[in-house]
């Protein structure tokens, strides 16, 4: 059973506890990139972002469309997780201490978990201006973090995880704490209670770790991540979660997300 309390920072987040822990509504957080231990949180009040309700904005279409950057998916999973971890003006400390970030690379490793890159337009591999990532599971995704370095850079990695989750047949986008920034977009603050409703229909019917692992197995009730890129063209996913996206054109986000609101 999952408790509330510190763990050793010598003790390592077990992969499959970290997942348990997703499937009934808890995740992990630092006090900060330094700190040596962890504690688990379940929010009274949720942040989720409606995947049919995001805010499209005629300066963020514009944006889209005009390919001024390029975005992957699981192109460099470290290293989004790596800036998401690093202090900033704008945020001075993360919650990410080392031991987070090893257990989420674990996660990548084993395909669950995920992270969308955004590129100046033909710099691919080059200098990285944005990214988010997050935990897949069943039908759910629960967003973790998300950086930028460049004006609406974490706006259109937004932008590019709904119309993928849209596409792949996801159900739930956590967002864990609402923040202004995610509100403009779309997001909401639930309910404890509602956010569980939400997350037992994503997970197959019942908030249990059987029916989660069962969806993460391969039954019916879990999504594909990588549908998009089969449509738009792109690679298809290859072994062991390396680079398996090219970018994906923000035409296409564009057209996905064109009839929210």
């Known amino acids: ?31 900060s990139r330094d700190a040596a231990d962890i504690f688990w949180v379940e929010p009274k009040k949720r942040g989720v972002l409606p995947l049919d309700g995001f805010h499209l904005s005629h300066s963020l279409r514009k944006t889209l469309r ?23 003006v704008d945020r001075p400390e993360t919650w990410i201490n080392p031991q987070i970030e ?3 690379g674990i996660l990548h490793a084993g395909g669950h978990a995920h992270s969308i890159e955004v590129w100046r337009a033909g710099d691919v591999g080059g200098e ?21 370095r460049a004006t609406d ?7 590019h995880l709904v119309g993928r989750l849209r596409a792949g047949g996801y159900m739930l ?4 704490f609402i923040t202004d920034h995610l509100a403009s977009l779309g997001a909401i603050e639930i309910a404890r209670a509602s956010y569980r409703a939400l997350l037992d229909e994503a997970l197959g019917g019942g908030a249990s770790a059987a029916a989660a692992f069962a969806a993460l197995a391969g039954a019916s009730a879990s999504a ?5 890129d089969r449509t738009a063209g792109a690679p298809a996913p290859i072994a062991e979660a390396s680079t398996v996206s090219g970018p994906i054109s923000g035409c296409i986000i564009a057209q996905l997300l064109g009839h929210t609101s």
Request: with cysteine.
């Open 173 to 176: 986008l956590d967002c864990q």
């Open 66 to 88: 005009s390919d001024r950057f390029a975005v992957t998916a699981d192109h460099d999973f470290p290293r989004v997780v790596a800036h998401c971890a690093t202090a900033s």
């Open 1 to 31: 059973m999952l408790g509330r309390g510190r763990r050793a920072a010598a003790e390592p987040i077990d992969p499959d506890l970290l997942l348990r822990a997703y499937s009934v509504g808890v995740f992990p957080m630092a006090d």
């Open 102 to 104: 090893e257990a989420y």
């Open 224 to 228: 594909d991540f990588f549908a998009l």
């Open 128 to 148: 990285m201006v944005g990214g988010l990532y997050g935990v897949s599971l069943g039908r759910a995704f629960f967003g973790e973090s998300m950086f930028s």
């Open 153 to 159: 850079a974490s706006k259109i990695a937004l932008a």
